[in-house]
């Protein structure tokens, strides 16, 4: 047996006994041609009671087929029930078993339960109270021990009243998992993609270097590394690369829309003309709104419509006058290689290469620059790059920003 297949099938007559072998009593009733309904497992009892419960042994259910142990938090997670006892017992004492499930499966009843970010956090919850979290997704599970700052995070430290009784509560305890999940519960989105994309954007709090800022940790370069794991994640559960491709955008860019009115007009626009810029504006949406109050924070609200009007704005008035291409020309006719070798006495190659990209990049956001200010910024680059050869290319051009566009 590999508790998915049966070794066996055995053809019944009768609905009684058809009904005895589903997995729960929420899924055991039947309608007869009167259109009356057919109750034999206590199904419906169990539905005005809003409870799930295994039909006959929850250890031979489950046996069965493991899938079902997942289909049972699923069950909760969406309908907000409660889960009988001993079948809550019985999952947890054969949630190995899920082992045995193809990976196809497991990845398809994670995505199921993906078109709400409550109806997620919920199934994430009772995953972790299990312990199958950290057999199904250790990355979700590592953010557990990750404390957050209560300045930035106030969320993370309230009392998660996950359903509508009070049998599940728990205590938040500050950490990276806590906030994810109050995010997962501010998500307005029924897509699958970006209710995944919030589950996993702040990922990389579980393995980056952790500094420290008035006593708490930092997580800086926790954005790169989620969309590292991400990429990790994709493969080990197979996810399509559509997939896969918009929740590593959002990750690896969750940051920089936070900080959108500091960034440049050309990186801006990029993000904005990206087929999954509505994926990471969701996202950033649901990690904004996790931090306001209970009652959504209209300020809050105003503040990230503000932001997205801001960028949406720059993307299209770069876009004007030829689009990206019309701009592009102009950023060649404006500086090219010949011009770079000219200023700098550079011959052809790498570092002139590094030299036009970064004045290019910094004249994408200044468009209207004079000669003299591109040839200023040229020998002001080349001059840097001499003094500093250790910094990278990304350090650079960040610092000449700041000089040149305050």
Known sequence: MDHRRPTKVTN?????EDSARRDFGINSLGIN???????????????????IRAIGKPRDRFTEDALRILRLFRFAARYNFDIDADTKQAAKELGHLIDDISVERVTDELKKVSDDGKHLANYIEHLN??????????EVNALKDKTENPKHHPEAYKLERMHTKTKFNRVKNGSAF????AALRQSKSNNPI???????HDLGKGTVTVGNKNGYPTYNGHDKESAKLVKDIGTRLKFSN??????????ANHMKVHYIYEMGKKKISNLVNDSNWPILKDVVYADEMSRSSSSINSDTIEEFNKKMKFAEDIASELSKGGGQSGIINRLKEKINGLKVMKYTGLPPGKEMGIILHLTQDWLYNNIDATDKEIKDFVLNTYNQRNNKDSINLESIYEALLMNYNE
């Open 242 to 251: 559509t997939l896969t491709n918009a929740i590593e955008f959002a990750a």
């Open 33 to 51: 041609s009167k259109g009356e309904i057919i109750d034999y497992q206590g199904g419906l009892d169990d539905i005005k009671n809003n409870i």
């Open 178 to 181: 806590d906030h994810t999940m």
């Open 194 to 200: 970006t209710n995944l994309a919030i589950l996993f």
């Open 12 to 16: 019944i007559n009768s609905f009684k």
């Open 129 to 138: 109270d299990i312990d199958l979290l950290e057999r199904i997704l250790p």
